[in-house]
């Protein structure tokens, strides 16, 4: 299977969500961070409704990444240095990797096995059905974001691209963690590196400056400055990336130009979440508590939805409605054109993770070690 085409699972497939109800989902993985690819956070299905927890799996500390969800299995880290295998169908784990320090890193799982990152410095690949450590590279600092992975342009190797906090972009090959080539920034890099249509790979950092580097060789192509640290991963669509910066920023910008497309001001407030954006909008949280909406080409303001904590949990941009979760503790649905709310789940502790979705489940960790997965209700 070419690395490129790993992202989001496509096709149908049939699932029974009560007595007499049949429900057909295109989304069966999501294995890497945001999705994979291009970081849209976008689910090519309608959002399940009349939802409930269908189960949760408890953790020692607190669930500190977004899972990968892959052939039924979730992949997620914790604040004590484990990497979790959860079996979404047996409600069991299949087994954990213990590192050295906290796995912030959103999983990538590919090619069987699983891609990740820790705050030991060390970047692993594991074998996806036992966690055996297949290989590792050390950094001179922590892995703390998601990698991708993707084809090599000729099409020969696979590759998996993963920055660091020591200011590299890595590019290595899947299969023995052997280096291709690596790019060096002169500050730390907060967010996972967005492939472009175009054959670049796009990422901001410390440096207040969004990189476009070429895939084939890391060389460096054009620099876009920032009024300030980007402080999350981008979100790419059609040539125009979208990023949060700790000016309180919200901008769109192209990757070949010196020209911001336009900037979306927050006041006072941070935004706390990568952007999320489909064909009309772009998605962002704040720490004003606000889940906010803007218009893609215009960065025009449309709407905000007022939750009861601050939104650090970048959103999941189904085909109509947006889920996040927030501070207070609650899961939320709001409809993409207006911002009303669809529905909310109380689930009892802080949500600073991105929500993952496959075949018709919703899974995110809280801040107390909870892996809440979520389903509709049967028979409704």
């Not at 096709?11 to 690819?37: E, F, I, L, Y």
């Not at 990422?203 to 060389?219: E, T």
């Not at 207070?328 to 709001?334: Q, S, T």
């Amino acid at each position: 299977m070419a690395a490129g085409m790993i992202l989001t699972g496509c096709g149908r497939k049939q699932t029974t969500a009560g007595p007499g109800v049949t429900v057909s989902w295109h989304t069966h993985d999501w294995p890497m961070t945001r999705g994979g690819g291009s970081l849209q956070g976008r689910v090519h299905d309608r959002v399940p409704h009349k939802v409930a927890i269908a189960w949760t799996f408890a953790v020692k500390g607190a669930i500190t990444s977004e899972a990968a969800i892959a052939d039924g299995v979730a992949v997620f880290g914790d604040d004590q240095g484990w990497v979790h295998a959860v079996d979404l169908s047996g409600k069991k784990e299949l087994w954990r990797v213990e590192t050295k320090d906290n796995v912030e890193a959103t999983p990538a799982i590919a090619s069987g096995r699983v891609f990740v990152g820790s705050n030991d410095d060390f970047f692993r690949a594991l074998d996806f059905k036992t966690g055996r450590e297949l290989w590792q590279v050390k950094g001179e600092e922590k892995f703390p974001t998601g990698a991708v992975v993707i084809a090599s342009p000729d099409g020969k190797e696979e590759w998996v691209l993963v920055n660091g906090y020591d200011g590299v972009t890595r590019c290595l090959r899947t299969r023995d963690g052997s280096e291709v080539w690596k790019h060096e920034t002169t500050d730390y890099i907060n967010g996972t590196p967005v492939i472009l249509d175009n054959g670049t790979v796009a990422f901001g950092g410390c440096d207040a400056v969004i990189h476009v580097i070429g895939l084939k060789d890391g060389v460096e192509l054009h620099q876009q400055k920032t009024s300030a640290q980007v402080i999350r991963s981008l979100a790419a669509w059609e040539g125009t990336v979208y990023a949060v910066d700790y000016a309180n920023e919200l901008l769109a910008t192209g990757t070949s130009d010196d020209k911001s497309v336009w900037v979306y001001d927050n006041g006072d407030n941070q935004f706390l979440t990568s952007p999320a954006v489909d064909e009309k909008r772009v998605y962002v949280g704040s720490r004003d508590k606000h889940l906010h909406a803007v218009d893609r080409l215009t960065g025009k303001p449309l709407w905000k939805f007022r939750t009861g904590g601050r939104v650090e949990s970048s959103p999941l941009v189904f085909d109509d409605a947006v889920v996040f979760g927030s501070g207070d503790g609650r899961l939320y649905a709001v409809s993409k054109e207006d911002g009303q709310e669809i529905w909310r789940l109380d689930l009892g502790e802080g949500l600073p993770n991105a929500a993952a979705f496959a075949d018709g489940r919703i899974v995110i960790g809280g801040v107390d070690g909870t892996l809440f997965v979520i389903r509709e209700e049967e028979g409704k």
